[in-house]
């Protein structure tokens, strides 16, 4: 068992790894583009809303813009209204006036990093071969960490940078570093299969639209 845990870490892990070096590289510079988007404060200043304006806020902007998935709120980074979709966003201030339109897809290259993220320029079939390899690259990183364990010598974090470019320098500092991020990458592995397939997980939110109309709730009271 243990040596074809082994052959499966080293020769599936092989052919992952290169999946997730390009949903890597283009997950930076996708979030990196997000985050210098959000430098710009609209000459906006921050203010807190309450939740009756959240309210009326999430139902004017959906009104007005039918296209758009998510309204964010102000925040002390972003002290605006955003109503965004998939690579567009509209900022707001909070008499809802238009401050910006801008979509992402018309930077130079961000179209194609952005479908190579999600599904490797090979259209709908690659968002699917995307999603198994990263529940391929969560079970990998779980085998990883069940071999470490077998021959735990405990963590040593200087041997995180290999000294030389021998094999066993290597192998320290690739189980190093492995166990360092494999909560996070189990995580983003197992999360990037469920986006992908979503029917998995969003049944368990719905409520069954019978038992729906014979329960009861709590009056409402005001807020003290």
Request: with cysteine; aromatic share 12%.
């Amino acid at each position: 068992m243990v040596s074809t845990l082994k052959w499966f870490h080293n020769w599936v892990g092989f052919f992952i790894s290169i999946t997730m070096l390009i949903v890597l590289t283009t997950g930076v510079y996708l979030g990196s583009v997000d985050l210098l988007n959000r430098l710009d404060s609209k000459d906006q200043t921050y203010s807190p809303i309450t939740l009756e304006q959240k309210a009326d806020t999430v139902a004017s902007v959906f009104e007005r813009y039918p296209d758009m998935s998510t309204v964010r709120f102000p925040t002390e980074h972003t002290p605006y209204i955003q109503a965004s979709t998939r690579g567009k966003s509209i900022a707001l201030d909070k008499e809802l006036n238009e401050l910006s339109s801008s979509s992402s897809f018309d930077l130079p290259g961000y179209s194609t990093v952005f479908w190579l993220h999600r599904n490797f320029l090979i259209d709908n079939g690659g968002k699917y071969i995307n999603a198994w390899a990263s529940l391929a690259g969560g079970i990998v990183t779980l085998i990883g960490i069940y071999l470490w364990w077998r021959v735990r010598n405990g963590f040593r974090l200087k041997q995180s940078i290999p000294k030389n470019t021998r094999s066993s320098s290597l192998l320290k500092s690739h189980i190093q570093l492995g166990l360092f991020i494999s909560v996070p990458l189990f995580i983003l592995c197992i999360s990037g299969f469920l986006i992908t397939y979503n029917s998995l997980w969003t049944g368990v939110l719905k409520q069954d639209a019978a038992n729906e109309q014979t329960r009861t709730y709590a009056v409402s009271q005001p807020s003290h």
